[in-house]
């Protein structure tokens, strides 16, 4: 249902992947607006690829109206236009997806007046209908049904701030541990705790009372700890399931044995920054014993199952980094890579 008062700015981040970038906007130019206006905004994370040239040449092409900003203008409104369907804004290095996202929450809150944001993962396949979908449910954060891209299989999103090994198989036995697709087969919204973070839409206000993203954790753990904020402040999270999107899944997929190193780096050092963060006396203790041991579990999964050592060891690298406090970007994983190229 159409609200003229509603405004609703899509942000989706791109670092060095301008044709998934493109793939998504392709698709986001098409789907239906549900509110007064709805803005696109790509935040360019300091690409080495050419990434801002293709995606300037892609728009114009299509005749599509855009301007382009730097991150020195972000609460500089004046070349902002009406009839300006698509914002680019340039940082000038990788910022990791909480201060590519933060730059692009910044800008939307200053010069846009938003009523929702729509955080994207620039890996996604979407229908028209989505975001119809999650805006008409009431709901302070509304996230969708997330398929596996590849597979088409249904992503288990769990309701445990943690993780820990054989989560599918538990929540068979207790439906309050994740949304499974019993929960999906209903097709009803559903209160939870946390949200699958690849497609996010937020009431602007929370950002404004909660803030935004943590940038210690760089990349990862990032939406846990801000859904862990929100919910501690009495915003209500909603799972749509009637709004479905498919996400290609860089980091982690165990069903194409498919791993990202960097990935897997900083998904290791987060949940040690998330207990530290969230956690105080014995309980944070024990939690931290605890994540150790699913460290040598997730340590053996790249290992012996996916068969990628580089994952393996930037795993347990993460971890003890995270263990001595390291936060935001880590020079580590780029260091070894190149060196075992």
């Known amino acids: 249902m159409l609200n003229k008062q509603d405004h609703l700015v899509f942000i989706v981040l791109n670092w060095n992947d301008w044709k998934s970038t493109l793939f998504l906007l392709s698709q986001l130019l098409r789907v239906n607006c ?3 206006t709805c803005k696109i905004i790509i935040v360019d994370n300091g690409s080495t ?50 201060g590519g996202m933060n730059t692009g929450i910044k800008y939307a809150l200053n010069c846009l007046n938003p009523s929702f944001l729509l955080l994207l993962n620039n890996d ?20 969708p049904l997330v398929l596996n891209y590849y597979t088409g299989e249904f992503i288990l999103q769990p309701q445990t701030y943690l993780h820990f090994p054989f989560m599918s198989f538990f929540a ?3 439906s309050n541990l994740a949304i499974t697709e019993r929960h999906c087969a209903k097709k ?21 009372k909660v803030g935004l993203f943590d940038e210690s954790f760089f990349s990862y753990w990032e939406d846990v700890d801000f859904f862990l904020r929100a919910h501690k402040s009495g915003y209500k999270i909603v799972f749509v399931p009637s709004s479905i999107v498919r996400h290609m899944i860089g980091a982690v997929n165990l069903r194409i044995k498919k791993s ?18 969230h956690y105080r006396g014995i309980k944070k203790f024990i939690l931290l014993i605890f994540y150790l041991l699913y460290s040598v579990y997730m340590f053996s999964m790249y290992l012996l199952y996916l068969c990628h050592k580089h994952s393996a060891l930037l795993y347990l690298i993460g971890t003890i980094k995270g263990l001595l ?5 880590s020079t580590f994983p780029e260091r070894y890579l190149v060196r075992n190229r």
């Open 172 to 174: 068979k036995i207790s």
């Open 260 to 277: 990202n190193p960097r990935a897997a780096y900083y998904l290791a050092r987060g949940g040690i920054l998330f207990i530290k963060k």
């Open 188 to 208: 009803k919204p559903l209160i939870v705790t946390r949200l699958e973070g690849s497609c996010v839409m937020v009431r602007a206000e929370i950002f404004r």
């Open 34 to 36: 549900p509110t007064h």
């Open 49 to 98: 690829d050419n990434s801002l040239k293709f995606i300037r040449r892609w728009l114009s092409m299509n005749k599509i109206n855009f301007i382009m900003l730097t991150e020195n203008e972000l609460f500089d409104c004046s070349k902002l236009l009406n009839d300006i369907s698509v914002i680019i804004i340039a940082n000038f290095q990788n910022k990791g997806y909480t």
């Open 325 to 329: 406090g390291e936060t935001g970007i």
């Open 124 to 143: 996604l396949a979407i229908d028209t209908n989505f975001v119809n979908e999650l805006y008409n449910i009431p709901g302070d954060i509304r996230g």
